[in-house]
């Protein structure tokens, strides 16, 4: 139980158009969800908070008009890059859940050029 | 903010061998800690947790401590085997951040030589 997919799994853009990457709870009902950002040999950054029928929270430094988030239903959060550039090349990966219990995605490695 | 970092970036040890891993934290209020392994390219992986109630917790050949005093973690590996080799994250729960959201340690790079 417990399993959160993400799709694609890999995905290359190019400079200035948007990609949409979505997390889905497959087996349970998740009213929170979170996503992470990751450069290579870093560790994992929180970039925002996605509620299911509201609004997401961004994490300081993240632009929410430049990462647009919806979590229109209780099995799926959508993180679309908007106009994506090089340097928003990075894994994103995203969890379900929330408190002491989160489930994480396989991530999705973007890469922009 | 809160931080929470790592003794040692890279670990290698033999087949065999016991690992310890090491995080340190700042957050004295943080009331749950977790250890995930991360494979390349992948997710991570739930290992074990452990919460600020208790001081040791033992999973399959897996064993986290808790040192509150000093604010340490640590993960101990019994019998290293090649297929712990990954990036091994602490992370903790966020008791002051967005609901419960999770903070991670910049991570331990274990390599099991064969």
């Known amino acids: 139980g417990a399993v959160v997919s993400q799709h694609p799994s890999r995905v290359i853009c190019k400079s200035g158009t948007s990609v949409k990457i979505e997390c889905r709870s497959l087996?349970?009902?998740?009213?929170?969800m979170f996503w992470y950002r990751q450069f290579p040999k870093q560790s994992l950054m929180l970039m925002a908070t996605?509620?299911?029928?509201?609004?997401?929270?961004?994490e300081q430094g993240v632009e929410k008009d430049k990462f647009l988030i919806n979590h229109a239903s209780l099995t799926l959060s959508t993180l679309t890059v908007t106009s994506a550039h090089p340097e928003d090349s990075s894994f994103y990966i995203c969890?379900?859940?929330?408190?002491?219990?989160?489930?994480f995605g396989p991530g999705t490695r973007l890469t922009v050029t | 903010g809160e931080s929470v970092g790592l003794h040692l970036p890279t670990l290698s040890v033999q087949e065999g061998d016991n690992s310890i891993i090491n995080c340190a934290y700042s957050?004295?209020?943080?009331?749950?800690f977790i250890w995930y392994k991360q494979e390349s390219g992948k997710g991570p992986q739930f290992i074990i947790d452990?919460?600020?109630?208790?001081d040791k917790r033992q999973g399959q050949r897996v064993t986290v401590l808790l040192n509150k005093t000093v604010k340490h973690l640590s993960l101990q590996i019994a019998a290293t085997q090649p297929g712990d080799s990954a990036v091994y994250f602490c992370?903790?729960?966020?008791?002051?951040?967005?609901?419960?959201?999770?903070?991670f340690g910049k991570g331990t790079k274990l390599s099991v030589k064969p």
């Open positions: 969890s379900a859940g929330g408190g002491y219990e989160q489930y």
């Open positions: 087996d349970f009902q998740a009213t929170t």
């Open positions: 996605s509620n299911e029928g509201s609004k997401a929270t961004y």
């Open positions: 957050n004295s209020a943080s009331d749950y």
């Open positions: 452990i919460r600020s109630n208790m």
């Open positions: 992370a903790l729960h966020d008791a002051g951040g967005s609901q419960g959201n999770l903070i």
